[in-house]
């Protein structure tokens, strides 16, 4: 039977999507070079027959002997605190990640779906965003080793795409959270959780009006699974549509935590977009996809994911 690939397969997202293609009876290869996934995250799977894990860098040219039907490409760090700490390896897993990854998919004749971002938007002035919007990016900015790389990533697939006629899938992923993010990877849920729960002050950045529209991985990765199996291309946004400040996130952590941690307010980081909000429309009409975990369901599984 031929395979799924999941590159990012010991990452957060890539983790909960080889699951749920298990659960889904499918043959699946996770392949990751553990710079921010953990084997932690796929060792309830390593014994299962339908699973099997391959230590590489995808941005290290590399072949798989076995039949592909579906490649999802997840594999790359994400957080802000991660990507500027690894800039050149983003910037590479963007580029000659994605290149290697459209190389297999072409030898093996599979479809491939890439997972971008909302920071193609960067700073956005159009809201909410739709994905006719070209965005708003500082080209040389902190975050620039993230968000160009993707938008490499994406013209990358347009182009191969279009040359060679092959199935290549674009999905735009807005922020999303859930059990196994890292509890230091320096993102706003697992920070403001760990801090609740540990009694310390919150650190909310700026003045905390700053937006997210928060999506649980479950929607996530039905998300990217519907997108893979639908004859739409993409780039589709994949996200929830709820907006919420940063200061009422920090709130709605402190009262479901039940917590007597304080918040204390810290300097907005560089380039630091102010409001996020994915319009939905395209992924509802092709794929009748939408989210349907709250943000209070979604924390409370993540809450007690972390304690
Ligand atoms: N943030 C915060 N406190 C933290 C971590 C993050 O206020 O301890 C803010 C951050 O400045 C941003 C938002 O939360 O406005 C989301 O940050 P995150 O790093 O999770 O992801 P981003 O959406 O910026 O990529």
């Known amino acids: 039977m031929a395979k799924i690939i999941v590159a990012g397969g ?3 997202i890539g983790s909960h999507l080889c699951d749920f293609l298990i659960t889904k009876g499918e043959d699946v290869v996770a392949i990751d070079n553990l710079v921010t996934g953990n084997k932690n995250n796929i060792a309830h799977l390593m014994d299962n027959k339908k699973f ?3 230590e590489q860098d995808i941005s290290k040219e590399f072949s798989v002997a076995f039949e592909v039907k579906q490649i999802y490409n997840l594999a790359s760090p994400a957080s802000p605190v991660d990507y500027q700490e ?8 963007g580029s000659l990640g994605v290149r290697n990854l459209l190389a297999i998919a072409k030898e093996k004749n599979a479809s491939l779906l890439f997972a971008s971002t909302s920071e193609v938007y960067g700073n956005p002035l159009e809201h909410p965003q739709k994905e006719t919007y070209w965005g708003n990016v500082n080209p ?3 975050r620039s080793c993230y968000d160009e790389a993707k938008r490499f990533g994406e013209a990358y697939c347009v182009s191969f795409r279009k040359m060679n006629n092959s199935n290549v ?3 735009r992923i807005f922020n999303t959270y859930g059990p196994r993010m890292r509890g230091n990877d320096g993102r706003v849920v697992p920070n403001f959780i760990n801090q609740a729960l540990a009694g310390e002050s919150i650190t909310v950045y700026g003045k905390g009006d700053q937006t997210r529209s928060f999506c649980y991985v479950d929607d ?3 998300g990217l699974y519907s997108l893979m199996n639908s004859p739409e291309k993409g780039p589709v946004n994949i996200g929830n549509p709820v907006e919420t400040t940063i200061l009422e996130l920090a709130q709605k952590i402190i009262s479901l935590t039940k917590s007597k941690s304080k918040i204390s307010f810290k300097g907005l980081p560089v380039d630091d977009p102010e409001r996020r909000l994915p319009d939905i429309s395209l992924a ?3 794929l009748a996809w939408v989210p349907k975990i709250s943000l209070e369901n979604g924390l409370k599984k993540t809450i007690d994911f972390f304690k």
């Open 10 to 12: 010991a990452g957060f």
């Open 52 to 54: 099997s894990f391959i």
């Open 86 to 93: 690894k800039p050149l390896e983003t910037l590479d897993a």
């Open 140 to 142: 040389v900015g902190p």
């Open 169 to 171: 899938k674009i999905a």
């Open 220 to 222: 996530m990765v039905t």
């Open 284 to 286: 509802r009409e092709k």
